[in-house]
């Protein structure tokens, strides 16, 4: 992969890009002009067009991030990922050379498109393909030592034998029928053992060198806070190998944690260690499955909560320990009553303040340690508390 080579793939993915054009026709005519312009005639980029191009994706930024994120039109989003696209062109054709600086701030502008844009129909994974090609190159042009083995995340091995909570019960992988039968219909958790022995992520992820070589120069948010509760709790974006240096290795500041993120849309090629689990077929819609990540250090908390979806909380690197409650104990668990927040309960049942919170000894908590290679099925609505207990990666299936 040479340079010429990014400047030829680009080439092809600026044909798409120009046919998509229609797309965001309700953009403003000044910056429909400037992407128009350039799109169409890459040649004519100057350092004059790159300020014109970001000034288009600053003011689309803006336009975002006014009122509800969920509200925010399509159109604006297209924008970015659209203007993004022109811009990661534009650094290359005025590129001095192809130094690491130079493939850190691609790698920067992607992501930035990738978290505040959105696909575009003619070509939903532009930003990705484009983030792909930087990748190869990469790997060509920068040979990253191997990974060494003996750098791998640490492993606890734990048993449940919380007081006051019922384990959780384990078992075998089962077949289709019996885990509709009796733990979907009946809507109980229940932790899965040799589901997942397939998936390449098992071994692979025990590295952190593997991240760093396959995504280190990504862009991610990172969740900064012991509780997200609590008032001091906040994001940030930045690296992966930035995180991972600084936060999960870390032993003093605030803990850091890549939460509940759709890492593998961003980073298609992680996707390829991981594989659905064939139960998320059992499903009341067409909607696809969402699959998040979370990864961080010994200590991560998620405040007691329940979500809407069935969901298949996968252990791949580490050990966390979970508490589960039946939706029936709601009242015995004080949620918050913001409206915001009242998925989320106060009560935490590793030390549970009784003189605060009395009627949580109505609760009937169940509790499972969860190892690499096992999958906790959380019904809809369930409540669970998790806590790392070692370095943990764990994937997430929710579906409907
Ligand atoms: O692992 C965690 O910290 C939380 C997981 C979770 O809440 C979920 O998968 O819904």
Redesign the pocket.
């Known amino acids: 992969m040479t340079c010429e080579d990014i400047h030829e793939d680009l080439q092809k993915l600026t044909a798409i890009v120009v046919e998509s054009l229609p797309e965001i026709s309700m953009l403003n005519s000044a910056s429909k002009l400037i992407l128009n312009e350039y799109l169409n005639n890459t040649k004519s980029i100057d350092h004059c067009a790159i300020v014109k191009i970001q000034a288009v994706i600053d003011y689309m930024y803006e336009q975002v991030n006014i009122g509800n994120w969920r509200e925010v039109k399509l159109f604006l989003r297209k924008t970015i990922t659209i203007a993004t696209f022109l811009r990661l062109v534009a650094h290359v054709e005025l590129a001095q050379s192809m130094e690491n600086k130079f493939i850190e701030e691609s790698f920067k502008i992607i992501d930035f498109g990738i978290l505040f844009g959105c696909p575009i129909d003619r070509e939903p994974e532009l930003l990705q393909k484009c983030a792909s090609i930087f990748s190869k190159f990469c790997q060509k042009n920068h040979e990253l030592e191997e990974i060494s083995r003996d750098n791998s995340f640490e492993v606890v091995n734990l048993k449940s034998n919380y007081v006051n909570a019922y384990p959780i019960q384990i078992i075998d992988c089962p077949c289709m029928e019996d885990f509709y039968s009796n733990y979907i219909i009946k809507e109980q958790p229940v932790v899965l053992d040799n589901c997942v022995n397939h998936w390449p992520a098992l071994d692979k992820w025990k590295n952190p060198d593997y991240f760093k070589k396959l995504a280190g120069l990504r862009t991610v948010p990172i969740e900064l806070g012991k509780v997200y509760t609590d008032s001091d709790w906040t994001q940030k974006l930045m690296t992966i190998g930035e995180f991972i240096d600084k936060y999960i290795y870390q032993s003093n500041g605030p803990t850091g944690y890549l ?2 993120y759709q890492l593998f849309d961003q980073i298609p090629e992680l996707k390829r260690d991981i594989t659905e689990p064939e139960y998320c077929c059992f499903s009341d819609t067409d909607e696809s499955v969402d699959v ?1 990540a ?1 990864f961080g250090p010994k200590g ?1 908390i ?1 405040a007691l ?1 329940h ?1 809407p979806k069935k ?1 298949l ?1 996968t252990q791949v690197v580490g050990t ?1 320990q979970l508490f589960l409650f039946s939706p029936n104990d709601s009242e015995f668990l004080y949620p918050h009553s913001h409206e915001l927040l009242n998925n989320t309960a106060q009560v935490d049942p590793r030390m549970p303040d009784l003189e605060k919170f009395p009627k949580y000894k109505n609760a009937k908590a169940y509790h499972c340690v969860l190892k690499p290679g096992q999958m906790l099925y ?1 019904p809809p609505k369930w409540w ?1 508390f ?1 806590e ?1 207990l070692s370095i943990s990666f ?1 994937v ?1 299936f ?1 579906w409907n």
């Open positions: 939460a509940q998040m979370w991560t998620s909560h979500d969901n909380l966390k959380i669970h998790v790392s764990s997430s929710w």
